[in-house]
């Protein structure tokens, strides 16, 4: 009997390898993550970025634990960490560097600077005093209790403005007298243009006397408007380096010498606080 062929068995089929698990949480992270930090860089609109990196940063730690199981997406966690944080960090140094250029912006338009009068050249005079006068202090003017002393050019904007002299005059050029109890004082001041504005400028200095209980007065207070024979015109038009010069009237206390007067020497400069005498 001859032996018979028995062809071999089939090779076994092969099993199905299944998917991996998706893990949404990662791209969702990453993609939350990645907007964030592309908005981080624009000042105060990166708010939102900087909220957008925090919550792309946590559903990017929730993923990066879902990839141990899942084993998908662990790459796309990681980046998504990575890139919430720098949306943070970013966010947060730019706008730290846009609210310091603002407040340095807004300073050097609001700022004065104070120069006092030049030293005296009399020979008796203390030798202390011209060290006093060649350069005045920072802080010069910038309170009641520090105030700058008559003749200082007080400096804000395209403005300098100087307090030559505080007088008080019975009348004004009308005849009108300050109400009883009070007084008229002139206020003689002279503004400089420091501008380059080829249609020229017309000035916008401010005078008013701060009384010793904190009480600020100007020239529109009081149903009296005065007018002085020596006006300061704020109407007329001067071109760079040109001047104006004139008196303020003023109906003040009886008492304004213990007072100081409050000068700002262009529309937007602080004031700066000049003795009366």
């Known amino acids: 009997m001859s032996d018979t062929y028995a062809p071999p068995p089939p090779p076994p089929s092969p099993q199905p390898v299944a998917p991996k698990a998706g893990n949404g949480l990662a791209t969702a992270g990453f993609v ?9 860089f624009i000042p105060v609109i990166n708010i939102g970025g900087i909220v957008l990196g925090v919550v792309g940063a946590v559903l990017a730690v929730v993923g990066l634990v879902k990839s141990r199981t899942t084993g998908s997406g662990k790459g796309l966690a990681i980046a998504g960490l990575v890139l919430g944080a720098l949306a943070v960090v970013v ?7 846009f609210v310091s250029a603002v407040d340095d912006a807004l300073n050097e338009a609001t700022g004065t600077t104070v120069e006092t009068p030049a030293a ?46 505080v007088t008080p005059v019975e009348a004004d050029s009308l005849g009108q007298t300050a109400a009883p109890g009070s007084a008229l004082i002139a206020v003689n001041l002279t503004a400089t243009y420091n501008g380059d504005d080829p249609q020229g400028a ?24 005065f007018i002085s024979e020596n006006p300061f015109d704020s109407l007329s038009t001067v071109y760079g ?5 004139g008196d303020q009237l003023l109906e003040v206390p009886a008492e304004w010498q213990s007072g100081v007067l409050a000068v ?14």
């Not at 966010?91 to 560097?97: E, L, P, R, T, Y």
């Not at 380096?241 to 010069?245: D, K, P, R, S, W």
């Open 241 to 245: 380096g040109g001047t104006v010069t």
């Open 120 to 165: 005296t050249t009399d020979d008796t005079a203390p030798a202390a005093d011209d060290d006093a006068d060649e350069a005045a202090p920072a802080e010069l003017g910038t309170s009641r209790d520090n105030p700058a002393p008559l003749g200082s050019a007080v400096t804000g904007g395209d403005w300098t403005v100087t307090i030559s002299s």
């Open 91 to 97: 966010g947060i140094v730019v706008n730290v560097a």
């Open 32 to 40: 939350v993550a990645l907007l964030g930090f592309l908005g981080s």
């Open 264 to 277: 700002s020497p262009d529309i937007a400069s602080n004031d700066t606080f000049v003795a009366v005498q």
């Open 202 to 225: 017309t000035s916008w200095a401010t005078v008013k006397l701060v009384t010793a209980d904190g009480t600020t007065i100007d020239g529109l207070d009081g149903s009296t408007v």
